[in-house]
């Protein structure tokens, strides 16, 4: 597995610089042992390079944990079988060895191409500067978020909810439709 940098995609919209803190605890990411996940939702116009960061941040291991247990279980198993019906194992693996720039470039449960996304996400596992190539970085698309939505629970919805509205007001604009998130470490 070869060691990759953070790609500019995931650097912070407002600094254009790699996350240096936890969105939850403040703590330091950039030590070589700490690991994080970077996550980021973004707005594309076709036929238009500009696109719009809907949101975007990086949170430590330890708060995305916390995070998850608030996900209820049936929410957490419904989002898991979706995946294994929905993509192959082999693809996940291939993405290890392939560059991460390619590996964001489509969707990896639809495959479609980042420029026929009006909405996507972006998803790395880093460690210090670096990405951890164990969990290779990904993109989901738009149609895989509205996929996804109805095998939420109302609780998973509220806490995904309740995790956005404390860190990303006080715009209500983006959050129509709804952002789930999803962490899958
Ligand atoms: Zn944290």
């Known amino acids: 597995m070869n060691d990759y940098e953070i790609p500019k995609e995931f ?78 194992v082999m693809t996940r693996l291939e993405m290890q060895d392939q560059s991460p720039d390619k590996s964001i470039r489509s969707c990896m449960v639809k495959k479609t191409n980042v420029e026929d996304c009006p909405e996507y996400q972006i ?20 149609e895989v978020m509205e996929e996804l939505l109805p095998l939420l629970s109302d609780k998973t919805i509220d806490e995904m909810n309740g995790f956005i509205h404390k860190h990303f007001s006080p715009d209500p604009s983006i959050m129509e439709p709804v952002p789930p998130r999803i962490i899958l470490v």
């Open 11 to 88: 650097y912070s919209f407002e600094t254009d610089t790699p996350f240096e803190r936890c969105i939850e605890c403040n703590k330091y990411l950039l030590d070589e042992e700490t690991e994080y996940i970077i996550e980021k939702a973004v707005k594309n116009y076709k036929g238009y390079s500009a696109k719009d960061t809907v949101f975007d941040y990086a949170i430590c291991l330890d708060c995305a944990e916390v995070m998850r247990k608030g996900i209820s279980k049936e929410s957490w198993e419904s989002m898991m079988k979706y995946f294994q019906e929905n993509m192959d």
């Open 123 to 142: 998803y790395a596992h880093c460690k210090g500067e670096k990405l951890n190539m164990e969990n290779p970085p990904y993109m989901i698309s738009g």
